[in-house]
């Protein structure tokens, strides 16, 4: 299945935060705003992973 993501964070917390624009997103996790990405959950989980190896 298929999922709105951040693409900095790998987070399913994003909104759509302009309707007139719909590629602008906010991230409630890292503060990202932008465009997201569909992926899947292996997806999903490689971007948190090296968000989180980054971060640190």
Not at 4 to 15: A, E, H, L, M, Q
Not at 40 to 43: A, G, I, M, T
């Given at each position: 299945m298929m999922h709105?993501?951040?693409?900095?964070?790998?987070?399913?917390?994003?909104?759509w935060i302009i309707p007139q624009n719909w590629s602008q997103w906010e991230c409630y996790d890292c503060d990202y705003t932008g465009p997201v990405i569909e992926a899947?959950?292996?997806?999903e989980?490689?971007?948190?992973?090296?968000?989180?190896?980054?971060?640190?």
């Open positions: 709105k993501i951040c693409p900095r964070c790998g987070s399913r917390n994003v909104k899947d959950e292996e997806l989980k490689e971007i948190r992973e090296n968000y989180k190896e980054t971060k640190d």
